[in-house]
């Protein structure tokens, strides 16, 4: 009973967070930037607008047009609560598995994909080739990532290796440093944040996200939208509960914890945010035919990490 | 201090010599080749430190202060002079992609671990470790010294794979100092005389580009 509550908290928390975090991100940038920044709360007033507003549909959209943006989102949503992110006792924690987690990062993607090819405009076929050229390489590296961590935990269920992390035997290992930067590379790559696509322009050359969601409105564009927070809240809360995961309270200990798990959240949160926005500004957009190599090095680093384990572990 | 958290440390050191090692055949500017260099000189300097703390021999000690002193700071800080005297185009161009690159580094890095693993059970893990990433070290400047045109990138290819070298010979314990001091002064000789031959290069062929003097010998399909 007590799992199915905190798995509720969970699902309510990172829906909630999402828009505040890319609001965060935003406003940092700004600061940055010496721009004042939209407020905090405008992803939210955002995805009201867009709720009230009426939903244009092209055409020759087919039927699969209108079901992707809430297939995308609930397969985000459901991504996202499976990271430990105050606790590890989830009601969905047997299910909760790194690789299940990529899986459902794939089928979101290939949808998001399908709907920009589906209208038929060149803009949405050029995001949703770039789209599948990024992930093509993303993906496998991800996975690079989550064997070597789950080599060196033994499972791939995402508590146990929380569980390990913040145990005494983690010990100093070149490959947690090396999966740490693969994974902060997936991440930029995937949330489409600066190297690799720009959130912010609508200049046609550039963009990736942007270009396959052109032809959505409405409550579609508010779904979408949304899904595209809960990612980039996803991969900071994953690296979080991977390589910080001191705060989170673990199976049998006492409801302090979960408010301490909370608190500790939201820091993790406020840090990765900051430094991703202090990262975008020290950076330039990339031209889209050197994201491959971008991208290679998270791989390369992902297979080295793994080859380095291999070392340690057969001695 | 624990056995584990000792053969950590020097995990650690070992494999981020191999990273740079990576990131050395990955980068294609030339003052950054440089500087990238020098950190592989220092990361060595550290590993073998290391090694003297934990093996409790002195003169490895000895070791790791010529390699941060040559390798860390006069190798690199001659390279960049020569480098600006001879006013040398600052992009270097690899022969295949950086990817393949990079695939062949993963194979060959696989492959030293392959081949050194299984052939010293009888030794400890520590040697075990540092013997399978030295010749990883040594295999990757030799990919370096292939996959480069340009004369100077395939000195520091040459310079990067000494580096395995010492590293091989600080895991395996009893190694003379003698032995050590005189293969770092070799390696100073190499350094000066691959730099009279770049000058001569670039006196002649008006490049350092080595494909020139392909051409020039008529070897060039």
Same mark, same amino acid.
């Given at each position: ?28 940038r700004?600061?940055l ?5 939209p ?12 709720l009230h507003?009426?939903?244009v549909?092209?055409e020759?959209?087919?039927?699969l ?11 985000v949503?459901?991504?996202?609560a ?14 909760a ?7 459902m ?13 589906d ?8 995001g ?37 992390m913040?145990?005494?035997?983690v ?9 740490l930067?693969?994974l ?5 790559s ?16 550039t963009?990736?996200?942007?270009a396959m969601?052109?032809?959505?409105s ?27 995961p001191?705060?989170?309270a673990?199976?049998?200990?006492g409801?302090e ?59 | %201090? ?12 070992a494999?981020g010599?191999v990273l740079?090692?990576? %990131? ?10 440089l500087?990238l260099?020098a ?6 300097? %550290? ?14 000690y ?12 006069? &190798? ?12 040398i185009?600052?992009? &270097? ?8 690159? =990079?695939?062949?580094? &993963? ?37 370096m010294?292939?996959?480069r ?6 000195? &520091?290819?040459? %310079?990067s ?11 395996a ?16 000789i ?22 020139? =003097? ?7 399909r």
């Open positions: 009973m007590a799992t199915v509550l905190v798995q509720g908290v969970q699902l309510l928390l990172v829906l909630l967070l999402a828009p505040f975090l890319t609001g965060y991100v935003r406003k940092v700004a600061r930037l010496r721009h004042r920044g407020p905090f709360l405008q992803p939210y007033r955002d995805l009201v607008r867009l507003k009426e939903v549909v092209a020759s959209a087919s039927r047009f209108r079901v992707a943006p809430y297939l995308i989102f609930s397969a949503w459901v991504a996202a499976l990271v430990p992110t105050y606790a590890t006792e989830l009601a969905f924690s047997g299910a598995d790194l690789i299940v987690i990529v899986a990062l794939g089928t979101a993607r290939f949808f998001l994909a399908l709907a920009g090819l209208v038929g405009t060149s803009f949405g076929g050029i949703s080739s770039r789209e599948m050229m990024i992930a093509a390489l993303a993906e496998p590296a991800l996975l690079m990532i989550v064997f070597t961590l789950s080599l060196l935990a033994g499972s791939t269920q995402l508590s146990t290796v929380v569980a390990y913040s145990g005494p035997d010990g100093v290992r070149i490959s947690l440093a090396l999966s930067v693969g902060i590379i997936v991440g930029i995937e949330c489409g944040r600066i190297p690799v696509d720009n959130p912010a322009t609508h200049l046609e050359l963009m990736v996200h942007e969601v052109l032809e959505y409405g409550r579609h564009l508010a779904m979408i939208e949304l899904a595209a927070s809960l990612k980039l809240l996803l991969y900071v809360s994953l690296i979080a509960a991977i390589f910080a001191w705060t989170i673990e199976a049998g200990q409801v914890w979960y408010f301490v798990g909370i608190a500790g959240y939201g820091a993790k949160l406020a840090v990765g945010g900051f430094a991703l926005a202090v990262f975008e500004t020290a950076v330039a957009k990339m031209r889209v035919f050197r994201v491959s190599q971008f991208l290679g090095m998270a791989l390369m680093l992902g297979l080295l990490g793994t080859l380095l384990l291999f070392v340690s572990r057969t001695l | %201090m624990t056995e584990a958290f000792q053969f950590d440390v020097a995990h650690l050191l494999g010599l740079v090692s990576f %990131m050395l055949l990955y980068q294609a500017r030339m003052y950054a080749l500087n260099f950190l592989h000189a220092v990361v060595l300097s %550290m590993s073998v430190a290391w090694q003297a703390y934990i093996q409790g021999a002195p003169h490895l000895v070791t790791a202060v010529i390699a941060l002193g040559f390798k860390g700071v006069a &190798i690199p800080v001659a390279l960049h002079r020569i480098v600006q005297q001879l006013h185009h600052r992009a &270097i161009e690899p022969v295949v992609g950086v990817g393949p690159t =990079m695939l062949i580094g &993963i194979g060959l890095v696989a492959l030293s671990i392959g081949v050194v693993i299984p052939v010293t059970v009888a030794t400890d893990s520590l040697a075990r470790e540092d013997l399978a990433f030295a010749l990883a070290v040594i295999l990757l400047g030799l990919l010294m292939v996959s045109h340009n004369a100077v990138s395939q000195v &520091i290819g040459f %310079m794979l000494e580096n395995g070298l010492v590293l091989a010979a600080t895991g314990k009893g190694m003379p100092l003698v032995i050590e001091i005189s293969v770092a002064f070799s390696i100073l190499a350094f000066i005389v691959i730099g009279i031959f770049l000058f001569r290069i670039r006196e002649r062929f008006d490049t350092v580009d080595l494909r020139a =003097m392909e051409d020039f010998r008529g070897e060039r």
